[in-house]
């Protein structure tokens, strides 16, 4: 079973400045993704592929005068902005064609700089680490001071640096446990009547 824990970080101005950055350049090859899919849609032509689309928003762009600055953040957090994009037209589909249960979902949308929420992933394979001091360290970031109130059960497999409405910046761990590890064990038994 997989479980999320969320810790508050508190990142200084030059980690502000990193993060910001990273979140835009997110954002801009999500909606560069999306905006490739969505012309070759209107011309008529076939779906672009992952893979495709990877070389084209990511390491064409990043040669390109106009799109070098993309150079400057993570590679792991660009392609797993196009993840993201990925599982947006995934559910978009599996809900037109009725597989996905729930409420309908829409076609994806471009992302605005304007969004009360930003977020960027970092997966195993971007060398994240939590230091023996506290620190998380991140690649082209540096060492993010966390607030921990809880030790992780396992080593986490992913996490995701989230800025929120107010401003404040969390670290969402995803650490894989087994169902008997996800709940401390308790003495007392509460009873509660819906009635």
Known sequence: MQLRYNFRVTPDAVQRTALAQA???????????????????E????YICDGEL?????????????RSWLGEV???????????????????????????QGRKVASPRYRSRKDYRQAIRFTK???????????L????????PVRWSRV?????????IIKDAAGRYFASFVVQTTADEALPPVDSAIGIDLG
């Open 125 to 135: 394979n971007s060398r994240f680490k939590v230091l023996d001091n506290g620190r």
């Open 43 to 46: 011309a008529g032509e076939k």
């Open 152 to 160: 992780l059960p396992s080593d986490p497999s992913s996490v995701t």
């Open 74 to 100: 993570s590679a792991v957090v660009l392609q797993q902005a196009l993840a993201d994009l990925n599982t947006a037209y995934r559910n978009f589909f599996a809900s037109i064609s009725g597989n996905r």
């Open 54 to 66: 990877s070389k084209r928003v990511i390491t064409a762009a990043k040669i390109t005068e106009s």
């Open 137 to 144: 360290r991140l690649p082209k970031i540096g060492d993010l």
């Open 23 to 41: 979140f835009g350049c997110a954002r801009v090859v999500f909606n560069d993704g999306l905006r490739l899919r969505q012309q070759a849609r």
